[in-house]
């Protein structure tokens, strides 16, 4: 059983289904964050753009240090962090944050085709097209389907040619 934070976005539909399927297999998902709905963070700009404030100050004024408050506790609390994709700005903050504490993190891509790719996607330990691999990967601690399951069975893997003098 793990402590999973989703991440994504307020618009993602999908969001609140992963999480329920994930307690279904008896995890502890945290996804609070989702009731804030759709319309949350343009709130929060117009409302700050309103009284004068840029993006620097408005992080630094009592709504947005509170949200931030919020968020760190709970990714703080997990040790799982799955993205689902489509996601914005703040779910691959959410992600990197967990990835740069050692934390496990995978991105689910529920509909691949059409979506854009980055390489950097590579530094999950898992990137998924389909939910059901991902809960039987949490499952069972496999790798089976997952993206770059090289980087996580000890070294990393290089090329041969990786030693070789460059010209």
């Known amino acids: 059983m793990k402590k999973i934070y989703i991440s994504g976005s307020l ?53 947005a240090l509170h949200v931030l408050d919020f968020d760190r506790k709970w990714l703080g609390w997990a040790d799982t962090t799955i993205l689902v994709m489509p996601a914005g700005k703040s779910g691959h903050m959410e992600l990197a944050y967990q990835l740069g504490r050692g934390m496990e993190g995978h991105i689910l891509f529920p509909e691949i085709s059409g979506a854009r790719w980055d390489v950097m996607y590579g530094l999950a330990k898992g990137v998924w097209d389909s939910l059901e691999d991902l809960r039987e990967h949490l499952k069972a601690g496999s790798f089976e389907g997952a993206a770059r399951k090289d980087l996580f069975a000890g070294d990393l893997v290089h090329p041969p040619w990786w030693d070789e003098p460059h010209s």
Do not use: T
């Open 11 to 63: 618009r993602n539909p999908n969001v609140p289904l992963v999480a329920a399927a994930l307690r279904e297999d008896g995890h502890i998902v945290f996804d609070d964050w989702y009731a804030a709905g759709p319309g949350a963070d343009d709130a929060w700009k117009a409302y700050e753009e309103a009284q004068g404030f840029s993006l620097a100050e408005a992080l630094n004024r009592p709504a």
